[in-house]
């Protein structure tokens, strides 16, 4: 045979697409990871734990690769109907992807044993990521890792902040090497799957963990009733659905002065969402112990 075509002397860079679970106890900053990673806010985050209730999608593209990021809630053992619904969410994303990072946060003391329950039949990479390494001196945070590398098998070890920004290409790299060759499974300029309404409904979700205490963000969800977009603004109405008649009255507040409040704020980061001017109509509702009806929970959104 004397037609071999000729070996092509610059080889042709391949493109690699995958899914990236991001896991870990409630707060350690796995929401402020995506976003940080997705350069824009896309993944509500508080100072309190359990902010996270879905698997919410982030997509990260550039020539070479895209990486599809599962951000999830915080691992805990499930007590009621909603817990279990997040941890399903937490279990099916392990599944669905390439490579999970598993994050904890610097200064951890308390991890327990069934945050590794199911990391232990995957057999996928996992990296474990200790991130908030702002907050500690550098040889605490290397002997937290070195303890934590004893508990289970990683693949790698990476050390960052998520809100600084530090060691975020070292991960980059990291993650790369364990996605697949194969092309991008969304258009290069999407950044997310999920509908307007879902980024709403966690906005004024992200408002209510910031403005109530105790029981009430824990008691509470919304859902988008009407979603209009009109000419010259846009007109959204949402119930916020709370666990039981006392929590009704504290949303509302003396007067309707914490509604009010809530309204504003939440429109103000919806605006910057959508990029447009909105009117906000938020109503409270009681279903009583919806958190705990599996049912309620489904039809709420969180299935
Ligand atoms: N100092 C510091 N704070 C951080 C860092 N990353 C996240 N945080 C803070 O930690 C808190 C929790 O962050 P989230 O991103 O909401 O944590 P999460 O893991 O998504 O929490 P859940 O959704 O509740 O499971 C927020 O107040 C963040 O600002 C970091 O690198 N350094
Ligand atoms: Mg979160």
Redo the contacts with the bound molecule.
Sequence with gaps: MTNKPKADSKKKPTHKSGYVAIV??????????M?RILGTKL??????????RHQVLGIHSNEHAQLIFL????IINPKYELQKAMMRFVNKAEKDADVVLF?V?AGEDNLPEYAFDSLKHLQKPVILVI?????KPKDEVQQLATKIEDMHRFEDTVL?????GEGIPSLMEAITKYIPEGPPFYPKDELSEHPVRFFVAELIREQIYLQFHQEIPYSATVSIVQYDERDDLDYISADIIVNQKSQKGMLIGKGGKAIKKLGMESRKTIQEFVGRKVFLDLHVKVREKWREKENMVRYLGYN
């Design positions: 870990g106890k409630p707060n350690a900053g796995k929401s402020t990871l976003n993944s509500i985050t508080t100072h309190k734990p359990q902010t996270t951000d999830t809630p915080g994050i946060e991130n908030k390494i702002d907050l960052i902040s998520a809100l600084g």
